[in-house]
């Protein structure tokens, strides 16, 4: 083979390795409660972690978005690209009941799971491990490697392994941690009917003031504080599973979101996929974890089954 034959092919492979390296990619699959916020959480993702207060609709079926990002993180503002740049597709998978028997369509080929879940409600985060226990029984993996046992990464404790039986690292997430201390003064706020019926039979001064709420503000917020002290001992169980603090502590509409951890779970995922001695290790085991999977119990996130 002459020179120029040989620098022809060498370029040809450097060419190659390059396109394998930059068009890297992998699947994460969002899920959660519907109302948890996963929505904003991955259109904040998009965006660079930046806040997104806009108001979104309910999903409906899946929402599917794709970033871009490097080895050191999320991708510059010159949008250069390097042999370290990979791609993330977000699969943000409808919560409601309505779409509980057709949303497993979408648990197709997943490098990892992130769930979503309301801080501010406790049933919320007692819900986690049913929901990856749906996807682990009816959703297909890339490079899975299943775990007898669940346990957390040891850098980042939010991330878990083995979660619910998926064969694939899952990142827990509480979102409206903003939204948390105001749900956990329950009876304190003074703003639940009994509270204002002390005052009214308390204090003669006060019998002209209404018992009753006189807006809808109140009467909402009289309600969500009666639900919420409801709530204390629901799913203690479940909850004690969570990683501490119940997972990554985010605030998506007010852009408070840990993007150096949410960046590193990317990482994990992309070093999962394309090392040739994690896929060995997980592959052998797919085919019987499909032939034997028991059906799931189809998680219900209908507030009305909470209380």
């Avoid at 827990?172 to 009876?187: M, P, Q, R, T, Y």
């Avoid at 709530?231 to 852009?255: C, H, V």
């Avoid at 993007?259 to 896929?279: K, N, Q, S, T």
């Amino acid at each position: 083979m002459s020179d120029r034959a040989r620098a022809r092919a060498a370029s040809a492979s450097r060419t190659n390795a390059t396109e394998t390296t930059t068009h890297r990619k992998v699947r994460v699959l969002v899920i959660g409660d519907s109302g948890a916020g996963k929505t904003t959480l991955t259109r904040a993702l998009v965006g660079g972690g930046r806040s997104g207060r806009e108001e979104h609709g309910r999903t409906s079926g899946c929402s599917a978005e794709v970033m871009r990002a490097s080895e050191e993180g999320a991708e510059g503002t010159t949008g250069t690209r390097d042999a370290a740049t990979y791609f993330v597709e977000l699969w943000d998978v409808g919560g409601h009941r309505q779409y509980k028997r057709e949303r497993g369509i979408f648990y197709d080929q997943i490098n990892g799971v992130i769930i979503v879940h309301d801080a501010s409600m406790r049933a919320s985060g007692a819900r986690c491990e049913a929901w990856a226990r749906e996807v682990a029984t009816r959703g297909t993996f890339s490079a899975p490697t299943p775990t007898a046992e669940s346990f957390a990464s040891g850098e980042q404790p939010c991330v878990m392994y083995g979660f619910g039986g998926l064969p694939v690292p899952c990142l827990i997430v509480a979102n409206k941690v903003d939204l948390e201390s105001a749900a956990n003064d329950g009876f304190g706020r003074g703003d639940g009917l009994l509270r204002r019926a002390l005052d009214f039979f308390g204090d003669k001064s006060r019998r002209r003031r209404s018992i009753l709420p006189e807006t809808i503000g109140e009467a909402a917020r009289a309600s969500a504080s009666a639900a919420h002290r409801r709530q204390p001992s629901f799913g203690a169980t479940a909850l004690a599973k969570l990683p501490p603090g119940g997972g990554l502590r985010t605030s998506a509409t007010l852009g408070r979101i840990d993007v150096d951890v949410m960046h590193g779970f990317f990482r994990e995922l992309v070093r999962r996929r394309y090392d040739a001695a994690v896929i060995d290790a997980g592959a052998s085991r797919t085919s019987e974890r499909l032939l034997h999977a028991k059906p799931a119990a189809l998680v219900d996130d209908d507030l009305d089954d909470l209380t």
